[in-house]
C-alpha cells in the first residue's frame, strides 16, 4: 500500500521560507518520479514542480520558478520542496505526487498514481 505523508505546511510572513517534506512508503521510490502540485481555495489544484527518479532534470510551473526547489532523498524516501521568497497567493494546499516506477516526471496530476493528504501552507502579507 502506498503512502505520501506531506509535513512541514504552516503560516508563514510573505517573503518567508518554508521547506516541505513528503515521505513515502509501500513503492519503488528511488524508480519512481515525483511531484508536488497546489490547490488554492476556489481554484483548480495546480501543477508546482515535479523531480525525476534520480533527480537529474527538475521542472517547476512558471508561478514558482526561481523562488522553489524541489529536491529528493532516495536514501530516505523522501521528496522535499523549499520555498523562498513567498508571496499571498502560494497560500494553497499543497500535495506530494508520485508515479509509477520507471516512467517519466510530467507536468499533468492525470499521470500521477499516488497522492498525499496534503499541508495547508498560508502565507500572510
Not at 500500500?1 to 504552516?10: D, F, K, P, R
Not at 518554508?18 to 518520479?33: D, E, M, N, Q
Amino acid at each position: 500500500q502506498v503512502q505520501l505523508v506531506e509535513s512541514g505546511g504552516g503560516l508563514v510572513l510573505a517573503g518567508g521560507s518554508l521547506r516541505l517534506s513528503c515521505a513515502a512508503s509501500g513503492l519503488t521510490f528511488s524508480a519512481s518520479p515525483m511531484g508536488w502540485f497546489r490547490q488554492a481555495p476556489g481554484k483548480e489544484r495546480e501543477f508546482v514542480a515535479a523531480i525525476s527518479r534520480y533527480g537529474a532534470s527538475t521542472y517547476y510551473g512558471d508561478s514558482v520558478k526561481g523562488r522553489f526547489t524541489i529536491s529528493r532523498s532516495n536514501a530516505k524516501n523522501t521528496v522535499y520542496l523549499q520555498m523562498s521568497s513567498l508571496k499571498a497567493e502560494d497560500t494553497a494546499v499543497y500535495y506530494c505526487a508520485a508515479r509509477p516506477a520507471y516512467l517519466s516526471a510530467t507536468y499533468y496530476e492525470d499521470d500521477y498514481n499516488y497522492w498525499g493528504q496534503g499541508t495547508q501552507v498560508t502565507v500572510s502579507s
